[in-house]
């Protein structure tokens, strides 16, 4: 069955770029139909959307980050990454991948969820 | 965008039955069948339990269902058990092409 991972650094200097990727397995990103997505929760907190990605490449972005999220895919690689550029204390959470269905032009809930990575900001 | 409304906590006994509420806008889970709700345990990823207001996905208990009337959806657990002891968050698709989720709610099986 398809499976998602996360990985990437656990401590990010403030400033600095949080850079995360998902690795999809037991399925294809390029089979379409699905909203591959970052969300991400701050520690005790409830959950925030970050962002998708199509497999063709077409991106959504929650507006409240837009500003500093690029997500982009390596169907090659069958992986999805997350970049969040000038990170403050505030960006320390878990960040989840997931895949999103449904929806219009964005997910409409989802469905599949990896284990999530706490990201921690601190100098 | 503002966070879809939950309350905080909720409880109930073995065998019993629960409802949580979910109110948000005409522009998300009034405008919209895509709401979603998602139950987790500690330490847990979220797990989908309903999309698309009242459908469950394979393999979970037909104790959960979902519904929606107006600006509020809602999950009701029944015949609750133990292992329902969980936080539930439910999430709806708006108008702006964004993804808007609860606070969570926390339910605790006495």
């Known amino acids: 069955q398809v499976q998602l991972q996360e990985s990437g650094p656990g401590l990010v200097k403030p400033s600095q770029t949080l850079s995360l990727t998902c690795t999809v397995s037991g399925g294809s990103i390029s089979s379409g139909g699905y909203y591959w997505s970052w969300i991400r929760q701050h520690p005790g907190k409830g959950l925030e959307w970050i962002g998708y990605?199509?497999?063709?490449?077409?991106?959504y972005y929650n507006p409240s980050l837009k500003s500093r999220v690029t997500i982009s895919v390596d169907t090659s690689k069958n992986q999805f990454s997350l970049k969040l550029s000038s990170v403050t204390a505030a960006d320390t959470a878990v960040y989840y991948c997931?895949?999103?269905?449904?929806?219009?032009?964005?997910?409409?809930?989802?469905?599949?969820w990896g284990r999530g990575t706490l990201v921690t900001v601190s100098s | 965008q503002s966070a879809l409304t939950q309350p905080a906590s909720v409880s109930g006994s073995p065998g019993q039955s629960i409802t949580i509420s979910c109110t948000g806008t005409s522009s998300d889970v009034g405008g919209y069948n895509y709401v979603s709700w998602y139950q987790q345990h500690p330490g847990k990823a979220p797990k989908l339990m309903i999309y698309?207001?009242?459908n469950r996905p394979s393999g979970v208990s037909n104790r959960f269902s979902g519904s929606k009337s107006g600006n509020t959806a809602s999950l009701t657990i029944s015949g609750l058990q133990a292992e329902d002891e969980a936080d539930y968050y439910c999430?709806?698709?708006?108008?702006?092409?964004?993804?808007?989720f609860g606070g969570g709610t926390k339910l605790t099986v006495l």
């Open positions: 990605i199509y497999y063709s490449g077409s991106t």
């Open positions: 698309e207001v009242s």
């Open positions: 999430s709806s698709y708006t108008s702006s092409s964004n993804v808007v």
């Open positions: 997931a895949r999103g269905g449904g929806g219009y032009n964005s997910p409409g809930y989802f469905d599949l």
